[in-house]
């Protein structure tokens, strides 16, 4: 789903993370929609559901986030709200569509000139050096995503010739469409308690690598099981050597 294809519909939101009131600021754009229930795990502070933006919207807490919820159109998490969740799998399996900001934004703007970077250890810090290398050549680059500004703000800047977007297992497990350049840096054990075991961590953190739109996978080959993931009919595969 495309930022633009919620346009006119119901929105509900879970949590309110950087990403949501992001998105509660860009609504605007859209004529006719809006967030008309915002959803938490336990009550909020008042001063969170105003950074909402969202005064009409109906506040639902806990057990009754999947009935409030199952009535949008179009649900959009928090990347801290895991899609584990038994109440987000409820949902889903209503045919409730659930997505994230970050995956709106990059179906809108699709995977050209996107480089997304991801892995357990070391992504903000390839991210950041890739935007200052990219800069010091002379590229236009906007940095995004977990580090740098949340990526549905790109909506009111010029579009620049390069984005990099630093992604997290949160953000990459539901995504649709991939970066056209996807990097992974690493893979440890990590973050059971979102994925629930290591081995759907992992495969949420792999999936960037073949999702559509991937032109180009780069990987760490001292990972062997980076290695493996990047080989699966990209047009290019170029892992970093061992020593």
Same mark, same amino acid.
């Given at each position: ?55 009409? $919207?109906? %506040? #639902?807490? &806990?057990? /009754? ?10 649900? +959009?998490?928090?990347? !801290? ?91 990459? $497990?539901? %995504? #649709?469409? &991939?970066? /056209? ?10 973050? +059971?308690?979102?994925? !629930? ?47």
């Amino acid at each position: 789903m495309r930022f633009s294809q919620l346009k006119g519909r119901s929105i509900g939101v879970w949590g309110a993370g950087r990403e949501v009131r992001s998105l509660a600021e860009q609504i605007g754009r859209l004529p006719g929609t809006a967030i008309t229930v915002t959803a938490f795990d336990v009550a909020p502070d008042p001063g969170t559901v105003a950074a909402l933006r969202a005064p009409g $919207a109906r %506040l #639902a807490v &806990g057990a /009754e986030a999947v009935e409030a919820l199952a009535g949008c159109d179009v649900v +959009v998490r928090s990347p !801290g709200v895991s899609i584990y969740k038994p109440e987000v799998q409820a949902l889903l399996a209503g045919g409730t569509p659930v997505t994230t900001a970050t995956s709106l934004w990059l179906a809108e703007h699709g995977s050209a000139g996107v480089l997304g970077i991801t892995g357990t250890k070391g992504k903000s810090t390839t991210a950041s050096l890739a935007s200052h290398l990219a800069r010091a050549a002379g590229v236009d680059v906007a940095l995004a995503g977990n580090i740098g500004v949340p990526a549905l703000d790109l909506l009111d800047r010029e579009p620049a010739q390069l984005v990099i977007l630093e992604l997290s297992s949160y953000q990459i $497990a539901d %995504l #649709a469409i &991939g970066p /056209e350049v996807a990097l992974v840096t690493s893979i440890f054990p990590e973050h +059971v308690d979102w994925h !629930g075991t290591d081995a759907v961590y992992r495969a949420d953190k792999l999936k960037l690598l073949g999702l559509p739109g991937v032109r180009l996978a780069l990987v760490n080959g001292r990972f062997p099981e980076l290695v493996a993931a990047a080989d699966g009919g990209h047009s290019q595969v170029a892992a970093k050597p061992r020593r």
